[in-house]
């Protein structure tokens, strides 16, 4: 039994399924309907996790502006105290550089999915590939960027300096004052929900069950052993259960006394029906400084990013919007933005050290988790579904994911 249907969820059950096993996805709202719903649709493999070297001090000029890409709601909470003193610890070359040993396989092995369940199962979901282009108005911003690209150039990616004239040779909508980009190949994109919506399809035609809208309300425990879920309207039962919930896995977990330290961190989106005054972009396109993603989907141009810690709630915050807009003004040319045709908010699961937690939860038998993706969900969804399998039914994975247990917490 699977609790959640995002593309975490929807990407495990597709690969237990293939496995042969009997599969039941549960998800309180609808399919892709939280952060599997609305973010950028970027596929980035080889992207490094957000607490980078010298990440906190950027964070700290940040946090108190609700108008930056980070932004931290004053108010008294414990927990998430605890979760920027680790957040702090972790950014460390050192720490950085383990994860990438294992971020970077992962990658690989995600974007070989990627073209494989599209084409062996035609989904239609805008799926594209050419690359993303991370571009800069600083020579601080770039210089940081190509440190970034000589990491990941050693774990067999192949990102590429441009030059402002090159890259706007690329991309003529950007504006003068762009002074270089970096492009990053092995990237994709697709329209995120639909992704989602139509591997769920195919997760049904394999013969798994999706219940969605049926919230759970505790897991079935029985003498150190999960058995199921309570509903709200009964009680089912699974030999296994893995919770794929995002940032409501801490929920879930209260009651078997196991804490996850995963906050919240909620990503807005705005999108705009393309049309004069509307960027037209060849490839998405990451604004450095600004940390905005700005994707073509379809007909459409959406704008996505920020990352903000105001505890569990879903308040869209005016200004968070307009940030983004601001943003696409300042990095492209001739820009007038009509009403954009959609505006969300969604909450990312972000844990302390960057990484997502896959694996059993210590000292409950039949009870894993996959979750913690942060911004990389989208990224990492397939190979985490083929790793879960591999770990449920074979006892081992293919990639080592010691730096991902659950109980390293």
Same mark, same amino acid.
């Given at each position: 039994?699977?609790?959640?249907?995002?593309?975490?969820?929807?990407?495990?059950?597709?690969?237990?399924?293939?496995?042969?096993?009997?599969?039941?996805?549960?998800?309180?709202?609808?399919?892709?309907?939280?952060?599997?719903?609305?973010?950028?649709?970027?596929?980035?493999?080889?992207?490094?996790?957000?607490?980078?070297? %010298?990440?906190?001090?950027?964070?700290?000029?940040?946090?108190?502006?609700?108008?930056?890409?980070?932004?931290?709601?004053?108010?008294?909470?414990?927990? /998430?105290?605890?979760?920027?003193?680790?957040?702090?610890?972790?950014?460390?070359?050192?720490?950085?550089?383990?994860? $990438?040993?294992? /971020?970077? @396989?992962?990658?690989?092995?995600?974007?070989?999915?990627?073209?494989?369940?599209?084409?062996?199962?035609?989904?239609?979901?805008?799926?594209?590939?050419?690359?993303?282009?991370?571009?800069?108005?600083?020579?601080?911003?770039?210089?940081?960027?190509?440190?970034?690209?000589?990491?990941?150039?050693?774990?067999?990616?192949? =990102?590429?300096?441009?030059?402002?004239?090159?890259?706007?040779?690329?991309? @003529?909508?950007?504006?003068?004052?762009?002074?270089?980009?970096?492009?990053?190949?092995?990237?994709?994109?697709?329209?995120?929900?639909?992704?989602?919506?139509?591997? !769920?399809?195919?997760?049904?035609?394999?013969?798994?069950?999706?219940?969605?809208?049926?919230?759970?309300?505790?897991? !079935?425990?029985? &003498?150190?052993?999960?058995?199921?879920?309570?509903?709200?309207?009964?009680?089912?039962?699974?030999?296994?259960?893995? +919770?794929?919930?995002?940032?409501?896995?801490?929920?879930?977990?209260?009651?078997?006394?196991?804490?996850?330290?995963?906050? =919240?961190?909620?990503?807005?989106?705005?999108?705009?029906?393309?049309?004069? %005054?509307? @960027?037209?972009?060849?490839?998405?396109?990451?604004?450095?400084?600004?940390?905005?993603?700005?994707?073509?989907?379809?007909?459409?141009?959406? +704008?996505?990013?920020?990352?903000?810690?105001?505890?569990?709630?879903?308040? $869209?915050?005016?200004?968070?919007?307009?940030?983004?807009?601001?943003? !696409?003004?300042?990095?492209?040319?001739?820009?007038?933005? =009509?009403?954009?045709?959609? &505006?969300?908010?969604?909450?990312?699961?972000?844990?302390?050290?960057?990484?997502?937690?896959?694996?059993?939860?210590?000292?409950?038998?039949?009870?894993?988790?996959?979750?913690?993706?942060? $911004? $990389?969900?989208?990224?990492?969804?397939?190979?985490?579904?083929?790793?879960?399998?591999? /770990?449920?039914?074979?006892?081992?994975? &293919? /990639?080592?994911?010691?730096?991902?247990?659950?109980?390293?917490?």
């Amino acid at each position: 039994m699977i609790v959640g249907a995002g593309v975490i969820g929807i990407c495990c059950a597709y690969y237990l399924l293939r496995r042969g096993q009997r599969v039941t996805v549960i998800e309180a709202r609808e399919i892709a309907g939280a952060a599997s719903k609305g973010n950028a649709g970027s596929i980035a493999p080889g992207h490094e996790p957000i607490n980078r070297p %010298g990440q906190i001090w950027q964070a700290f000029k940040w946090m108190f502006s609700s108008t930056s890409p980070l932004y931290i709601a004053s108010r008294p909470d414990i927990a /998430l105290a605890r979760w920027l003193w680790s957040f702090h610890r972790h950014c460390r070359h050192e720490f950085c550089d383990e994860s $990438m040993r294992l /971020l970077g @396989p992962m990658g690989h092995r995600s974007a070989q999915l990627y073209d494989e369940i599209t084409e062996t199962e035609n989904l239609d979901c805008n799926y594209q590939k050419g690359g993303y282009y991370s571009i800069f108005r600083t020579r601080k911003g770039l210089d940081g960027a190509k440190r970034q690209a000589e990491v990941i150039a050693e774990l067999g990616y192949a =990102p590429e300096i441009l030059s402002g004239h090159a890259v706007r040779d690329r991309e @003529p909508a950007l504006a003068e004052d762009v002074i270089g980009a970096v492009r990053y190949p092995e990237s994709s994109w697709c329209d995120p929900q639909r992704f989602v919506l139509q591997l !769920a399809e195919r997760v049904v035609q394999l013969g798994g069950v999706i219940r969605d809208h049926t919230p759970v309300r505790a897991l !079935a425990v029985e &003498q150190g052993r999960v058995r199921g879920v309570h509903t709200a309207t009964d009680t089912a039962e699974a030999d296994t259960v893995l +919770l794929a919930t995002g940032a409501e896995t801490p929920r879930l977990l209260a009651g078997t006394g196991y804490r996850l330290p995963l906050q =919240p961190a909620k990503g807005y989106h705005r999108q705009y029906t393309g049309g004069s %005054g509307v @960027p037209k972009l060849n490839l998405p396109c990451v604004l450095g400084e600004a940390y905005v993603f700005c994707t073509p989907i379809g007909d459409a141009l959406r +704008l996505a990013g920020t990352l903000e810690f105001s505890g569990f709630n879903l308040e $869209m915050r005016t200004e968070r919007l307009e940030q983004l807009s601001r943003a !696409a003004q300042a990095y492209f040319r001739e820009v007038d933005l =009509p009403a954009p045709t959609s &505006q969300w908010c969604g909450q990312r699961p972000c844990l302390p050290d960057g990484l997502p937690a896959i694996g059993w939860v210590p000292g409950f038998q039949g009870l894993a988790i996959a979750t913690g993706h942060a $911004m $990389m969900g989208l990224t990492l969804g397939p190979v985490t579904g083929e790793l879960v399998a591999q /770990l449920l039914l074979d006892g081992a994975t &293919q /990639l080592d994911l010691s730096l991902v247990r659950p109980d390293r917490f």
